[in-house]
């Protein structure tokens, strides 16, 4: 059996060697010339850093990632409204791990090129269109030296992102990427270890947001790469947007700076590290209703293709990773390719649509949202403002939906 994959990000480049432990041959062919080390920081669920520890890549993640330890949640006022261990210290039995996407990216891009034979990936080749054949499928690509290249395999796998030209081939009527209202801003700065040296910290709901994790060491053992995410809402939800969903567009820090006041941050002088931030990037929320399938005959979708979503609650990347495991599973061993597509989408489309649709509710961090509406002007005691028990089924509400209850995970 062979298999094309349409785009070489984290979801592409998992799924290549998901299919290549299972026997499964595969090309990878992703649009842009290199693989560009873009992306700032991106957090690895348990369940996820399993899926890749069953691949031996445990190592090479801790070698350029932080397990985490502990979350807080806080009001903008900097007031505590939760705080929980996290990963092994939860009692998973995986780490969660905090990374920087790009170095995540570079990992994965040489683990690839060192396990598949050569020539799986193809660098410079943007998927333009697909037919089915008799055999399985074609797929035409355009070349960054102007040419055009066709492959043919049994199946094809859009794993190309928000933008997937498979996902608008098989949904023509879809339209653009949705708008959430909410402008992101993001960068990392070499910067004093905080709560601990392995904490995500988070203050604000879903109207403004603020969140601190470290990504990887910095430069003494004191110092950690600290990511940095700004989210406010500047637009109503549905408005026209700003620009087009582009992870790689430069920000202003005179666009930032007004937004800052709306935080009290105490545990890290938040306006510090995002000046000492070389590059500020921005990146209006984008995501699209859920489909009613991502698979037909022998072509199927995956990672942000299929199910493109906020990153309130750190989920892109996990569930990418996730329906990688999932398609290789079901292809393997299969004379019957339409039923294995169907299979997988049987078990990942709905648990996806349910975190796309949690996550536009605030996702995990709603709880701060709560608070925040109950007592505006902050509070003493936050029990007092909403019950330990009412605080706790918000949470454990999310968790279930994206198996973050140790019990759940599978792998
Ligand atoms: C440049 C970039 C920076 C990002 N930065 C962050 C970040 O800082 N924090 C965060 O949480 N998430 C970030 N993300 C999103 C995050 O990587 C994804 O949500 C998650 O990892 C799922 O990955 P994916 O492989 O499904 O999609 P993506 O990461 O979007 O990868 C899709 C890949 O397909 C390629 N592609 C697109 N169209 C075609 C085509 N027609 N033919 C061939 N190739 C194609 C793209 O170039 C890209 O490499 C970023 C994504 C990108 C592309």
């Not at 592409?12 to 990878?28: F, H, P, S, Y």
């Not at 990773?321 to 997988?344: F, K, N, S």
């Not at 403002?385 to 019990?407: E, F, N, T």
Request: with cysteine; net charge negative.
């Amino acid at each position: 059996m062979k298999a094309i994959i349409a785009g070489g990000g984290i979801g592409g480049l998992t799924t290549a060697m998901m299919l290549a432990a299972r026997g499964i041959e595969c090309t990878v062919h992703e649009q842009s010339p290199r693989h560009r080390e873009l992306g700032v920081g991106i957090t690895l669920m348990p369940t996820a850093v399993g899926a890749l520890a069953g691949l031996g890549l445990l190592p090479a993640l801790d070698s350029i990632g932080v397990s985490s330890a502990h979350l807080y949640y806080q009001t903008r006022r900097g007031q505590t409204v939760w705080d929980e261990p996290r990963g092994r210290a939860a009692g998973h039995a995986m780490p969660q791990m905090f990374v920087h996407r790009g170095h995540l990216l570079g990992m994965l891009a040489n683990e690839a090129a060192a396990r598949l034979p050569a020539g799986t990936i193809r660098l410079g080749q943007r998927l333009i269109a697909w037919r089915q054949t008799d055999n399985g499928v074609e797929a035409r690509f355009a070349c960054a030296d102007g040419g055009e290249h066709v492959e043919t395999a049994d199946l094809l796998i859009g794993a190309d992102g928000i933008h997937s030209a498979t996902r608008a081939s098989l949904h023509p009527d879809e339209g653009p990427p949705r708008f959430s209202g909410l402008q992101m801003w993001r960068g990392a700065a070499d910067w004093p270890a905080f709560l601990g040296g392995a904490s995500l910290l988070i203050l604000g709901g879903v109207d403004a947001k603020l969140v601190l994790y470290p990504i990887g060491p910095g430069t003494a053992p004191d110092r950690r790469l600290t990511n940095w995410v700004v989210i406010v809402r500047t637009a109503p939800d549905g408005s026209s947007p700003p620009n087009r969903a582009d992870w790689a567009r430069e920000g202003d820090l005179a666009d930032l700076a007004p937004h800052l006041d709306l935080f009290h941050c105490t545990d890290v002088d938040a306006r510090g590290l995002i000046a000492a931030s070389g590059t500020i990037w921005e990146y209006a929320l984008f995501d699209r209703d859920p489909v009613a399938f991502w698979s037909r005959g022998c072509v199927t979708l995956l990672g942000d293709a299929a199910h493109p979503m906020y990153p309130m609650g750190a989920n892109g990347a996990t569930q990418a990773i996730l329906d990688a495991v999932t398609l290789a599973d079901a292809l393997m061993g299969t004379p019957d390719i339409a039923a294995a597509l169907a299979q997988y989408q049987a078990a990942r489309l709905a648990p996806t649509a349910e975190i796309v649709r949690a996550n536009r509710r605030g996702g995990p961090e709603a709880v701060i949202d709560v608070v925040e509406r109950l007592a505006p002007d902050g509070f003493t005691d936050v029990d007092a403002v909403l019950s330990r028990a009412d605080r706790h089924a918000i949470l454990q509400g999310y968790a279930a939906k994206v198996g973050m209850i140790p019990q759940q995970e599978v792998r």
